[in-house]
């Protein structure tokens, strides 16, 4: 199973973990700061509070982005592959920045 390091890179406060019917869901403080998406596309989220990481058994993995604390809050998500995707995740005293990169070695392209 993968674990969060291998995914998420940058300074980050993980609030809690739960095991999920043998998925784990991280739970990353944002803060309720704004969130800017940056994959494919630039999105600008006015309030995120946590950030949600669905790791389950294969190499897929899921981001949510939640209002307030719990998942009915959710704004919105993706699904990624860790065999070509990594997050960067950066926070300071205005906002934060999620950046999806391609691995170097991507088995594709996106």
Known sequence: MLQLEDIL??????RSVKDRDGDKDYFI???GKPLILRYKV???FFQVSTILIRIGQGDVFS???LMDRDLLSAMAFLE????DHFI???????????????KENASRNI
């Open 63 to 65: 981001v949510h982005f």
């Open 9 to 14: 890179k940058g300074d980050y406060e993980l």
């Open 88 to 102: 960067d995740y950066t926070i300071d005293e205005v906002n934060s920045r999620l950046l999806i990169r391609q």
């Open 42 to 44: 630039e999105m600008e």
């Open 29 to 31: 403080d944002n803060y």
């Open 80 to 83: 990624l592959d860790a065999r």
